[in-house]
């Protein structure tokens, strides 16, 4: 019951927050909000701090979209979620930003891939069988 507590207090803090930042932005709902994702040109220019947070807080999010899974199963599903945790297991933090580094590092025709494609092609999708939903790795 507390862990069911926790996760709902979390969710609701995450919703409420999302709802104020929508409320108080001056953006019309016909345009569109876009969020970048996080690639290898500003990956690079990071602090160690920085990359240890980025990927500490996308950690957390898998976590408790898992312990959310856990205690609706009727949400259980091979999403990406499910799929980073079969294939990054008990990796360290430090061992993730490395493997990031070392990438953009060895292909720097490569620092627009965001850092969530390099960890999908270098640390995931080598270490599952099938892709998200079931469908086939290519």
Excluded at 21 to 44: D, F, Q, R
């Amino acid at each position: 019951i507390m862990r069911e507590n926790r996760i709902l207090w979390c969710v609701n803090i995450v919703l409420v927050c999302i709802l104020s930042a929508a409320w108080s932005s001056n953006v019309s709902a016909k345009e569109e909000i876009k969020a970048p994702l996080l690639t290898g040109t500003t990956w690079e220019n990071m602090s160690e701090d920085q990359k240890t947070a980025y990927i500490w807080g996308a950690g957390d999010i898998i976590d408790l979209e898992q312990e959310i899974m856990e205690i609706y199963p009727e949400l259980k599903r091979e999403s990406f979620v499910t799929k980073a945790v079969e294939g990054i297991g008990d990796v360290t933090i430090n061992d993730i930003v490395s493997t990031v580094d070392s990438f953009y590092k060895e292909n720097p025709d490569k620092v627009n891939l965001s850092v969530i494609r390099v960890l999908w092609d270098t640390m995931i999708k080598p270490n599952i069988k099938t892709g998200i939903a079931g469908k086939p790795l290519r």
